[in-house]
């Protein structure tokens, strides 16, 4: 018990030792205004949106055979180099070859029946104008040559028909370009009946290839043709690929109710070191500008606080204190009596306060785009200008007061390079 009383007293005298002290040295210490700065600074402010989406080639074709039969050559493998209309593959020819002689046949066929016809139908037209034979005679004359007449016509298509599927067992390349993939193998049959069967996948020039990235239906409404975009790919983590927007689709495309839009981006591949079928996460730059004075956005959320100005303003000497009724300014004019004018800059004009020395003063900027954190700056200020983002008081000697700052600090704020050890410009 006597401990517990003894530990009591021991701690209030403490507490009344470090008060006076704080009191003392609040009496005899000099009050000083304490101010964190951001600097105007040349730099670039960009809005990005981000997707994913796969590298194709700008030109793909599916290359198949419209008879069936089996592969009796190939001329080219994976990652040959073709040219348009040259020789890829053949099919056997027998089949259609025979195809083609029983067609020729029919037709001679089809033409010896339709001389016969004609001939007997001339005569029965005759004897029939002569009263020589009856109606029904003279009809069955004329209906056996128009019957071999269409019996001609479907010969002869039937021929052409088996000339062009004989061309058809040579598969030649559609366009210039590199085969991608071959699906058939020598000896192979292939049948035509119910589909196409896919022999090779050719794509044009590889040096110009496009991502086709998914959008989702969040940012679809601010990307545009023609923007900017970079890329990357896993095979070159470190490498930035860059193309531009030629395409946004209007086809939404559903994937477990998310809603997405393809969109597509040319990109230059002049070292083929892009593939078909890389993924690629690409940044959309939606918005951008370079080489303007950037802010931080700080600066214009920054409020003093009345009674510290007020003091603040009478602590400096008398012809540098500002009037007391002064207010921001564009171009020399006070900003009043105009209602027009209030919109006008409500949108664009921000209010900040320049430090100057020792003096701080307000000043209304023109500023232009935002990323959110970082502010563009379109008038008003110049490169170089400190401008205030937080104001506060300390006391004590000029040690004493870096040490104070030197706790107002945050830590996880990291110190820039070049900047001195004692905190934020005053």
């Known amino acids: 018990m006597k401990n ?29 205004y304490v101010f964190d700065t951001v600097k105007v600074e040349k730099g670039s402010i960009s809005n990005i949106v981000t997707a994913t989406g796969t590298l194709e080639a700008t030109n793909t074709v599916v290359v198949g055979t419209q008879v ?12 040959s180099k073709v040219k348009k209309g040259q020789l890829i593959a053949e099919l056997d020819k027998s089949t259609l070859q025979s195809n083609l002689e029983n067609a020729e046949a029919d037709l001679s066929n ?71 993939n071959r699906a058939v193998e020598e000896g192979q049959t292939v049948a035509a009946s119910m589909s196409t069967p896919e022999l090779f996948t050719i794509v044009n020039d590889l040096t110009e290839m496009q991502v086709e990235a998914d959008v989702d239906e969040a940012d679809i409404g601010v990307v545009t043709e023609g923007q900017r975009v970079e890329f990357t790919v896993d095979a070159f983590p470190d490498e930035t690929f860059t193309g531009k927007i030629t395409q946004v689709r209007l086809q939404p495309k559903e994937s477990s109710n998310v809603i997405t839009y393809t969109v597509i981006v040319t990109v230059a591949n002049p070292d083929l070191k892009l593939r078909p079928g890389m993924t690629a996460s690409i940044t959309d730059y939606v918005q951008e500008v370079n080489d303007v004075l950037v802010v931080s956005g700080k600066a214009i959320r920054f409020t003093p606080d009345r009674e510290i100005m007020m003091d603040y303003f009478d602590s400096l000497p ?101 900047k001195s050890e004692g905190g934020p410009g005053r």
């Open 68 to 79: 069936s039969g089996v592969i009796e050559k190939l001329y080219v493998d994976f990652n």
């Open 110 to 180: 089809a033409e010896a029946e339709f001389e016969y016809q004609k001939s007997n139908f001339e005569r029965d037209k005759q004897l029939f104008e002569k009263k020589m034979i009856s109606e029904s005679g003279y009809d069955l004359s004329k209906y056996n040559y128009k019957k071999s007449e269409g019996a001609l016509k479907s010969a002869k298509a039937n021929l052409n028909r088996a000339k062009q599927n004989l061309s058809y067992a040579k598969i030649y390349a559609p366009i210039d370009g590199i085969v991608t």
């Open 4 to 32: 517990r009383k003894r530990t009591i007293v021991i701690a209030a005298a403490i507490i009344l030792i470090i008060t006076s002290a704080v009191f003392v040295l609040n009496a005899n210490g000099k009050v000083e």
């Open 318 to 418: 008398e012809d540098k204190r500002p009037q007391r009724n002064m207010g921001p300014k564009q171009d020399g004019k006070e900003d009043v009596n105009d209602e027009g004018k209030r919109e006008e800059l409500s949108e664009n004009m921000k209010l900040v306060w320049i430090k100057n020395g020792d003096i701080i003063k307000p000043m209304m900027v023109e500023t232009g785009m935002t990323d959110g954190t970082n502010l563009e700056i379109l008038s008003g200020l110049n490169e170089g200008d400190e401008i205030v983002t937080s104001m506060g008081i300390g006391t004590g000697s000029s040690v004493e007061n870096e040490n104070d700052k030197e706790t107002q600090k945050s830590p996880f704020i990291q110190e820039r390079p070049g």
